[in-house]
């Protein structure tokens, strides 16, 4: 798993990044994949299991990639995967549609 330590240590302050935007969210706020050099850090993440893709915002996006990469994260039963069924939104109920979401993370 990539927790959030390993993330910092990874992308320390001052570390150069590029940013691809995607789209903007309901509230406003760009909704980018975030790139060290070659290595796209938002895959890395689903990846690891530290985060899950919002396919709300998934256009423009590597689709085919990031479906694998989560699946594989759920199937290994990294991460947010470890918990049965994953983690979901607070006040998500048994007659809501689960959705998954890219988590956020402070750095």
């Not at 406003?28 to 993440?45: F, M, S």
């Not at 709300?56 to 990031?66: A, F, H, L, S």
């Not at 991460?79 to 998954?100: C, D, H, L, R």
């Given at each position: 798993?990539?927790?959030?330590?390993?993330?910092?240590?990874?992308?320390?302050?001052?570390?150069?990044?590029?940013?691809?935007?995607?789209?903007?969210?309901?509230?406003?706020?760009?909704?980018a994949e975030v790139l060290k050099g070659t290595t796209n850090i938002n895959q890395a993440l689903v990846a690891a299991?530290?985060?899950?893709?919002?396919?709300?915002?998934?256009?423009?996006?590597?689709?085919?990639?990031?479906?694998?990469?989560?699946?594989?994260?759920?199937?290994?039963?990294?991460?947010?995967?470890?918990?049965?069924?994953?983690?979901?939104?607070?006040?998500?109920?048994?007659?809501?549609?689960?959705?998954?979401?890219?988590?956020?993370?402070?750095?």
């Amino acid at each position: 798993m990539m927790p959030a330590r390993h993330c910092r240590q990874q992308l320390p302050i001052g570390t150069e990044i590029s940013l691809r935007p995607k789209a903007t969210d309901r509230y406003g706020r760009t909704v980018a994949e975030v790139l060290k050099g070659t290595t796209n850090i938002n895959q890395a993440l689903v990846a690891a299991g530290a985060a899950f893709v919002y396919w709300q915002y998934i256009e423009g996006c590597d689709r085919e990639t990031y479906s694998r990469l989560e699946n594989e994260a759920r199937l290994k039963s990294l991460g947010i995967w470890a918990m049965p069924g994953g983690i979901q939104w607070p006040g998500f109920t048994e007659g809501m549609k689960k959705v998954s979401a890219v988590a956020l993370i402070n750095f």
